[in-house]
C-alpha cells in the first residue's frame, strides 16, 4: 500500500509543486486548504501577494484536478481567530511585536494537519516549505535550512519536535525558487507564475496599528508620552501598539538627530527614544522554548548562532536553557536591537537547534 501525505496546499506555486512531486514519487497524496482568515476586503488589485482567499483556494483545486489526487477545504478561521490573530492584538497592546507566521505553523497549521492526517489514515504531512529534514545515524532528526538560502523558511518551524519531524516532509528544501517555477511549468501548473504571498494574510494593507485598533475596545489602547533617555518629554502619542523596537519613522518628533524607539513600557504608556548607538543590546532572555534538538541538558552553555528576526543574519552567541522553558542568550559581540515578542531561533550551521520567544532585552549593567 502507498503511504498517504496529507499536503497543505495555499493555492500558491510552492505548496502546488510539493504536491505534485508527492504524486510523481508514487505517494497517495490528498491536498487541503485551510481558511483561515476572512475573504480580504481590500480590492484585488490593491492587495501585495496575500492568500487564503477563494481565488487561492480554486488554484489549488486545479492543480489537484490535474495531477489527480483529492482536494479538500476545511474552515478553521474560529481557530486560527483565537489562536493566532486575537495572540497578535494582544502582544501589540502589550508593546510586543509578535510573530503570526511562527504562531499560525505551531498552533493551526501542523497542530490541525495533524488532527486532520490521522482522521483520514494518513502517514505523513507535507508544506511547500523551504527546509530540509534529515535522520542521523543515531535514528534523531534534525530540521535544517534550505538549500536556497534566500528562501529558507527554517526560522518558523522551531516548535516543531522529534515527533513531528519523523512524519513531515518538506518537497522543496533541497530546491531553489527558480527551480521550482521551472518545474510547476513544465508540469502545466496553473500557478507557475503566481506572485508570492508576502505578506501578514489577515492584515492585507499593512496597516497594523488599525487592524489592533479595529479589534480593541477604547479602554485597551494605552497612549501616553515619548520621552528621551533622560526621561524628557517629547511628544504624545495615541497608544504603544503603533511602536516596535527600533522604529524610526512615525515617531512624531521634531529632532535634530536621528532617533529610534529603544523600549515600550506598556503599563505606563512610555515609548523610549534614543539614539541608534543606544538600540544595540548585549543579549536577550527568550522564553517558551522549544528544543527541535531534545538531546541539550538544562543548565548546558552551548555555541551557536542566533536569529532574532527571519531576515537577520545569524550571529554568534551563547545560550544556556534552563529547566523552566528560559534561556539566557550573550552575543560574542556587536548586540543588535532586541525586539521582545520576535521569535529567537538557534541554529548550529544549518541546523536548526530550536527556539523561543524573547522576553527582554539584557542590559549593559546585567551583562557585567
Known sequence: ?????????????????????????????????MRLAPEPSVPLAKRRGTCCSHDDFEDARRVAERMDFPFYVIDLRADFAARVVDNFVSEYLDGRTPNPCVMCNREIKFDRLWSRARALAADYVATGHYARIEQGADGRFHLLRAADDAKDQSYFLFTLGQDELARTIFPLGAMTKTEVRARARALGLATADKPESQEICFVPDDDYASFVEGRSAPAQLRPGSIIDSDGRRLAAHSGVHRFTIGQRRGLGVASGQRL??????????????????????????????SLVDNSIAPGRELSVEVKIRHRHRAIPATMRVDSGRRAEI?????????????????????????????????????AN
Request: charge should be negative.
Open 260 to 289: 529610534y524607539v529603544r523600549e515600550i513600557r506598556a503599563e505606563s504608556g512610555e515609548v523610549v527614544a534614543g539614539r541608534r548607538e543606544e538600540l544595540d543590546s548585549p543579549g536577550l532572555i527568550a522564553n517558551r522554548i
Open 1 to 33: 500500500m502507498r503511504p498517504r501525505v496529507l499536503v497543505a496546499m495555499s493555492g500558491g506555486v510552492d505548496s502546488s509543486v510539493a504536491a505534485a512531486i508527492l504524486r510523481e514519487q508514487g505517494y497517495d497524496v490528498v491536498g487541503v486548504a
Open 330 to 366: 550573550r552575543f560574542a559581540s556587536g548586540g543588535p536591537a532586541v525586539t521582545p515578542g520576535q521569535a529567537c531561533v538557534f541554529y548550529r550551521g544549518e541546523e536548526v537547534l530550536g527556539g523561543g520567544f524573547i522576553e527582554r532585552a539584557i542590559t549593559e549593567e546585567q
